[in-house]
């Protein structure tokens, strides 16, 4: 049994040491290896195999990184049942109650942002806000 740091750390000193030693290996051996060959149809950005429409520089919706973030939110909150599961038996029925309103909070959060229409993609409501503008303008 290590007693000291240094022999407690050091198999993993060996495997960092291993580990960038094989990815500077891999990396030195396709660069002095690797063919080189230019081409315009390499030069292409790759699209999932559909010819490049547009710029790349158009700006996209707020929504989709609203989308974005709640997924995360919501991903990292489900992450919380993994732990409870573990220790579901020791936790008895206070750990259920706990849970429960653990998941209560959750799903009151999600069903708020589905009222507020933050996971609806579609245009309807945008296109619902521009014909109210183009009848106030009408009046």
Same mark, same amino acid.
């Given at each position: 049994?290590?007693?000291?740091?240094?022999?407690?750390?050091?198999?993993?000193?060996?495997?960092?040491?291993?580990?960038?030693?094989?990815?500077?290996?891999?990396?030195?051996?396709?660069?002095?290896?690797?063919?080189?060959?230019?081409?315009?149809?390499?030069?292409?950005?790759?699209?999932?195999?559909? !010819?490049? $429409?547009?710029?790349?520089?158009?700006? /996209?919706?707020?929504?989709?990184? @609203? #989308?974005?973030?709640?997924?995360? +939110?919501?991903?990292?909150?489900?992450?919380?049942?993994?732990?409870? !599961?573990? $220790?579901?038996?020791?936790?008895?029925? /206070?750990?259920?109650?706990?849970? @429960? #309103?653990?998941?209560?909070?959750? +799903?009151?959060?999600?069903?708020?942002?589905?009222?507020?229409?933050?996971?609806?993609?579609?245009?309807?409501?945008?296109?619902?806000?521009?014909?109210?503008?183009?009848?106030?303008?009408?009046?």
């Amino acid at each position: 049994m290590p007693t000291t740091y240094p022999e407690l750390y050091f198999p993993v000193i060996v495997q960092v040491i291993i580990a960038i030693a094989v990815a500077a290996g891999l990396i030195g051996i396709s660069a002095l290896l690797g063919q080189r060959r230019k081409s315009p149809l390499k030069d292409t950005p790759y699209e999932s195999g559909m !010819a490049p $429409v547009g710029s790349a520089r158009e700006r /996209f919706s707020v929504k989709f990184y @609203l #989308v974005g973030m709640i997924f995360i +939110l919501f991903d990292i909150e489900a992450v919380f049942l993994y732990p409870w !599961a573990v $220790v579901y038996r020791e936790l008895k029925i /206070f750990g259920f109650f706990e849970m @429960l #309103v653990f998941v209560v909070l959750v +799903l009151v959060g999600f069903f708020y942002v589905y009222k507020k229409g933050a996971l609806d993609w579609s245009n309807a409501t945008e296109g619902r806000k521009t014909e109210g503008r183009k009848t106030e303008g009408r009046k």
